[in-house]
């Protein structure tokens, strides 16, 4: 076993291998392929004695490794050797987070530790989660008064609404996002916006004007995007607007065949029982590191 590196622009024959093996397991690596198909990260291949891939991770400029390891708990052993030596001859010092499935999270942390002596502070546990049509419920409809009902809508938000938006993207990292001992960082907030504006992948629901809810298509792959970012200003919860927002999006993505793929913390009990209400349900365990 071996790891290769391909850099960020992999030749066609590796990328083509590449993009195979991580579209069979996509479901629970949807922002590793994005990110390789926008060619942001730099791309390692981890080899079996046969040259087949088995295992693939990226590293970021601003240290962030995202990964897809499926077999990670059968041979976690041969794993933790190949990448203990690896990352002590890869420069990681300034690795920030660990991003993907748990196992495979787990054994790079193991190594990184082995290599580096680095331990994260903090981790969250999330539960992955698929949309099946045939398990969402029926529509529930929005909570508002008859009368407001036609001043609602839902769209995909332009670059003329960055600035009303930036109020109700603080506060859903503040609320979600961000680790107890991370900061909220305004620079970096508007940036993401700007990104998920001009990427098309931002949507928004509006009462009278006003926008009330928001979500976002986090990541693309091939046959998979992942639905993020969701979150409702507290004076107009229970009222509906997530359901309908996430059912708008829904139905958009598999209407041109995408299965859509979100993951969510286990104790947020009502981020949770919505998902179920929209057809969401549980396919595996998903952790997130931060150095």
Same mark, same amino acid.
Request: glycine share 6%; hydrophobic share 40%.
């Given at each position: ?198 990427? $098309?992948?931002?949507? !928004?629901? &509006? =009462?009278?004007? #006003? @926008? +009330? *809810? ?23 919860? $229970?009222?509906?607007? !997530?359901? &309908? =927002?996430?059912? #708008? @999006? +829904? *139905? ?23 998902? $179920? ?15």
């Amino acid at each position: 076993m071996l790891v290769l590196s391909l850099g960020k622009v992999p030749d066609a024959k590796k990328f083509s291998a590449v993009e195979s093996f991580l579209v069979r397991h996509e479901k629970s690596c949807v922002s590793l392929l994005d990110r390789i198909y926008r060619h942001e990260v730099s791309v390692y291949c981890i080899l079996g004695d046969s040259h087949e891939i088995r295992g693939i991770f990226s590293y970021s400029q601003g240290g962030q490794i995202l990964h897809c390891i499926p077999d990670a708990l059968q041979s976690y052993d041969e794993y933790l050797v190949i990448l203990r030596i690896y990352f002590s001859n890869l420069n990681i010092q300034n690795v920030f987070s660990v991003i993907g499935e748990e196992t495979g999270t787990n054994l790079i942390l193991s190594a990184i530790f082995l290599a580096t002596k680095k331990i994260p502070e903090s981790n969250q546990i999330f539960n992955l989660m698929e949309y099946n049509p045939r398990k969402e419920s029926a529509k529930a409809g929005l909570k508002v008064k008859p009368a407001r009902v036609d001043s609602v809508c839902v769209a995909n938000c332009s670059m003329k609404l960055l600035d009303a938006l930036v109020p109700i993207q603080e506060a859903y990292e503040k609320e979600e996002v961000l680790t107890l001992e991370q900061e909220f960082n305004p620079l970096m907030s508007k940036f993401g916006l700007k990104k998920s504006i001009s990427e $098309k992948n931002l949507y !928004a629901a &509006f =009462l009278s004007g #006003k @926008i +009330v *809810a928001k979500a976002a298509v986090n990541a693309s792959g091939k046959n998979c995007v992942q639905l993020g970012g969701v979150f409702t200003l507290p004076n107009y919860r $229970k009222l509906g607007f !997530a359901e &309908f =927002l996430i059912k #708008k @999006i +829904v *139905a958009e993505k598999n209407a041109v065949g995408k299965k859509i793929v979100l993951f969510v913390k286990p104790k947020n009990l009502a981020a949770v029982t919505l998902y $179920k209400r929209c057809g969401f349900s549980n396919f595996g365990k998903f952790k997130i590191s931060y150095y």
